[in-house]
C-alpha cells in the first residue's frame, strides 16, 4: 500500500513537473508505412505523450498511431489524446480478438500488433521511455525492414541460438516465468533449429510481414510445455515477443549503453543514452527522469 501511495505521488509530482507538454505542437502523421503502437492506462497519458513525442521527433517522421486502451482511459484522457495526436486509432482491449495464448499481461498488445504488422512496419513504444537523442540504428532497422529490440538488463548483446541461451541462462534461478523458460530451453528437440535474444518489450521493431497470430501462438504452446501453468504469469508475453524478433529475418539487438533501461545503476552513463526505458521499480530514481523529460520538453516546444 505505501509503494502504490508513493508511486501515485512521484507520478503526479512527474506530471506536473512536465505540464509544459501539454503546450507542444500535435503529432501529425506523415509515414503511414509505420505504425507505432503502445498500450496506455490512465494516469499515464502525460509520460505516453512524452514518449511519443520525443520518439517521432529524433526518428524524424511521423507514424500512423494506435493506442490499446488498457480500459481505463477515460473521456478526458481520450480528449487529450485527441489534442495532441489528433489521427490516432484508440483501440478498447476488449476490440481485441482472443488466441491460444494467456490474457492481460500485455498479450493483447502483442496480439494486436501481429495483426497490424501484415500491413506495416509496427513500433512498440511503452508509455515509459524517453528519446533524448538521434536513434539512426532503429532508422536504418525500419528502412530495411528488419525487426529490432531492446536489450534486456545486461543481456548478452547478440541473437544466439537458443541452446547457446540457454547454457548461459542455467546460473539464473530466479523464479520468473522467463528465467524458467530460458534455462530449461534444452528441452525442447525445435531448440536445435531457433534463435533467441533475451530484449525488452518495452521497444521492439517488428518488420512489416513478420508475425502474424500463427506465430504468435505456436511460440506460445511451445513455451508452455516448459512452464505450465506458470506460462499464465507476468513475463511471458515479453519472452514470447523475444522469441519473435529473434527468429526474424535481419533482426537487430540495439546497441546498449545507446540504447536501454534505466536500472539505476551505478557504473551505467545513463546520460549518454539516446534512449531510456524508465522502467517502474526505478522510474523516478535518482531524478534522471524528470531531468531528461524536462530537457526533451524543450526541444518539443519549437515546431
Known amino acids: 500500500m505505501f509503494f502504490r501511495a508513493r508511486r501515485t505521488l512521484q507520478r503526479a509530482w512527474f506530471d506536473f513537473n512536465c505540464r509544459s507538454l501539454l503546450s507542444t505542437p500535435p503529432i501529425r502523421t506523415n509515414d503511414p508505412s509505420i505504425t507505432l503502437v503502445s498500450?496506455?492506462?490512465?494516469?499515464?497519458?502525460?509520460?505516453?505523450?512524452?514518449?511519443?513525442?520525443?520518439?517521432?521527433?529524433?526518428?524524424?517522421?511521423?507514424?500512423?498511431?494506435?493506442?490499446?486502451?488498457?480500459?481505463?482511459?477515460?473521456?478526458?484522457?481520450?480528449?487529450?489524446?485527441?489534442?495532441?495526436?489528433?489521427?490516432?486509432?484508440?483501440?478498447?482491449?476488449?476490440?481485441?480478438?482472443?488466441?491460444?495464448?494467456?490474457?492481460?499481461?500485455?498479450?493483447?498488445?502483442?496480439?494486436?500488433?501481429?495483426?497490424?504488422?501484415?500491413?506495416?512496419?509496427?513500433?512498440?513504444?511503452?508509455?515509459d521511455t524517453l528519446t533524448t537523442s538521434a536513434i539512426q540504428e532503429v532508422q536504418q532497422c525500419i528502412d530495411a525492414n528488419h525487426s529490432f529490440t531492446l536489450l534486456g538488463d545486461r543481456s548478452f548483446p547478440e541473437i544466439?541460438?537458443?541452446?547457446?541461451?540457454?547454457?548461459?541462462?542455467?546460473?539464473?534461478?530466479?523464479?520468473?516465468?522467463?528465467?524458467?523458460?530460458?534455462?530449461?530451453?534444452?528441452?525442447?528437440?525445435?531448440?536445435?533449429?531457433?534463435?533467441y535474444v533475451r530484449g525488452n518489450a518495452g521497444f521492439n521493431g517488428f518488420a512489416k510481414g513478420s508475425i502474424d497470430r500463427k506465430k504468435v501462438e505456436w511460440f506460445s504452446e511451445l513455451m508452455q510445455r516448459l512452464a505450465g501453468q506458470q506460462w499464465n504469469e507476468w513475463g511471458s508475453e515479453q519472452l514470447t515477443s523475444n522469441l519473435l524478433i529473434a527468429n526474424s529475418d535481419g533482426a537487430v539487438p540495439l546497441p546498449s549503453p545507446k540504447y536501454l533501461s534505466h536500472w539505476a545503476h551505478l557504473d551505467v552513463p545513463y546520460n549518454e543514452a539516446a534512449f531510456i526505458h524508465f522502467i517502474g521499480p526505478y522510474r523516478y530514481s535518482n531524478g534522471l527522469y524528470m531531468r531528461r523529460a524536462k530537457s526533451v520538453i524543450a526541444t518539443l516546444t519549437t515546431k
Open 160 to 195: 544466439e541460438s537458443m541452446t547457446d541461451a540457454c547454457l548461459r541462462s542455467k546460473t539464473n534461478l530466479h523464479p520468473m516465468v522467463q528465467a524458467v523458460c530460458e534455462r530449461s530451453f534444452d528441452k525442447l528437440p525445435e531448440s536445435a533449429s531457433l534463435q
Open 39 to 127: 498500450m496506455v492506462c490512465h494516469g499515464e497519458v502525460l509520460m505516453y505523450l512524452l514518449a511519443a513525442k520525443s520518439f517521432c521527433r529524433q526518428f524524424g517522421r511521423n507514424p500512423q498511431v494506435v493506442i490499446l486502451n488498457d480500459g481505463t482511459l477515460t473521456k478526458a484522457d481520450h480528449a487529450t489524446i485527441r489534442t495532441h495526436i489528433p489521427e490516432a486509432t484508440i483501440v478498447p482491449i476488449s476490440d481485441v480478438a482472443p488466441a491460444k495464448t494467456p490474457k492481460g499481461s500485455c498479450w493483447e498488445r502483442l496480439l494486436l500488433i501481429s495483426d497490424l504488422v501484415h500491413n506495416t512496419f509496427v513500433v512498440q513504444l511503452d508509455s
